[in-house]
T-cell receptor
């Protein structure tokens, strides 16, 4: 079975600090994709960043970047210069080739950015 | 602008009643998905569809059904609502059956079964 684990239920940092959210996954597949989704209090699910497993280069989107360690099956999200609007639940998710479009989600990390 | 909408946004029902949650997208996406979100479980896949007349069971499909009569809509029906189905439900869609394509999510429906 494919599983995704987020070991930090809650995190809290001060505005402008850098924060890293952890994610590990378990799979026997070699070809897959990883995602980080953000869910603000509005409950909308918003894509933050996407990583293809066959790419060695870590994905970046403005202040958001990932540290993808394929051998360790680790996919952490780094948020630089954190802002109050980054306060949200963050979900790590995984899709493998044989699973077509079926996302497998982690339990989520609640991130609070304090002024 | 194209979008994906869900209705109702909030619903309270009683055990044993049939409930239908609507999902409508205007992107003309072929693929649509229903998830439920519960504390400690993240989002889990209920049903999905790759096109008109196509439906497939997901990880937690017991007690739920879907039908796809057109491209835009994938209604989710709870045949006989149970308290265990109290949850937040999300609909999502993508255009292509390419692995790794980003899924676009609706705003969610909060369902309470008493």
């Amino acid at each position: 079975a494919q599983t995704v684990t987020q070991s930090q239920p809650e995190m809290s940092v001060q505005e402008a600090e850098t924060v890293t959210l952890s994610c590990t996954y378990d799979t026997s597949e070699s070809n897959y994709y990883l995602f980080w989704y953000k869910q603000p209090p509005s409950r909308q699910m918003i894509l933050v960043i996407r990583q293809e497993a066959y790419k060695q280069q870590n994905a970046t989107e403005n202040r958001f970047s990932v540290n993808f360690q394929k051998a360790a099956k680790s996919f952490s999200l780094k948020i630089s210069d954190s802002q109050l609007g980054d306060t949200a639940m963050y979900f790590c998710a995984f899709i493998y080739v044989q699973g077509a479009q079926k996302l497998v989600f982690g339990q989520g990390t609640r991130l609070t950015i304090n002024p | 602008d194209a979008e994906i909408t869900q209705s109702p946004r909030h619903k309270i029902t009683e055990t044993g009643r049939q409930v239908t949650l609507a999902c409508h997208q205007t992107w003309n996406h072929n693929n649509m998905f229903w998830y439920r979100q519960d504390l400690g479980h993240g989002l889990r896949l209920i049903h999905y569809s790759y096109g008109v007349q196509d439906t497939n069971k997901g990880e937690v499909s017991d007690g739920y059904s879907v039908s796809r009569s057109n491209t835009e809509d994938l209604p989710l029906t709870l045949e006989s609502a149970a308290s265990s189905q109290t949850s937040v439900y999300f609909c999502a869609s993508t255009q292509l059956r390419l692995v790794g394509e980003t899924q676009y999510f609706g705003p969610g429906t909060r369902l309470l079964v008493l």
